[in-house]
């Protein structure tokens, strides 16, 4: 079984294939699949072709991690979310511009990779966690109760939509 970890930047993603990396799990890294598939690097930033990127993914049994993973025909889904400002204040720590860091909170307070993710996944394959104040190992017994049947997939509870913010 393929198992999806997706989110915005910032979200959880690493963190979390970490710990079920440590747990013993297999976790492939789209950011070490998608380097044939780089078209332009701007700040850092790689921009990928995503089709033919998903294209030529090989499916494995475990875990796929990164921004791409709900572009890929997982058997489950998971969708890591985190409240925007909290999120802003992790990826200026990480020295993203800020036009990057803008982008990204806007797209996490409008659902982008969750909307994304259901047009690709039947619902009933997706489960949307909320990362901000949440431990990752209990992240990670969340994701395994979900892959093993114990947790119903659940999505759309979360709106972040209060922090977008009205121009001038």
């Known amino acids: ?4 970890i ?7 993603k690493t963190a979390l294939g970490d710990e079920l990396a440590r747990r013993g799990e297999r976790v492939v890294r789209v950011a070490e699949t998608v380097g044939p ?6 700040d850092g930033v790689r921009e990928v072709d995503e089709e033919a990127w998903s294209a030529a993914f090989e499916p494995v049994d475990g875990y796929v991690e990164g921004g791409l993973a709900h572009l890929l025909p997982c058997d489950r889904l998971v969708i890591l979310r985190c409240r925007p400002d909290e999120l802003e204040r992790r990826l200026n ?5 800020p ?4 982008e990204n909170v806007e797209a996490e307070a409008l659902d982008v990779v969750l909307c994304e993710a259901l047009e690709r996944h039947p619902p009933d394959r997706v489960l ?12 990670a017994d969340l994701v395994a109760a979900f892959v093993a049947g114990r947790e119903p997939p659940s999505h ?3 709106d972040f939509s209060g922090y977008l913010v009205v121009g001038p």
């Open 1 to 4: 079984m393929m198992v999806g």
């Open 6 to 12: 997706a989110g915005t930047p910032g979200t959880g």
């Open 37 to 42: 598939f780089v078209v332009d690097e701007v």
């Open 93 to 97: 720590a990480r020295g993203y511009p």
């Open 99 to 102: 036009a990057k860091v803008r």
């Open 128 to 139: 949307e966690i909320e990362t901000t104040d949440r431990p990752v190992g209990e992240t």
């Open 156 to 158: 759309g509870r979360i």
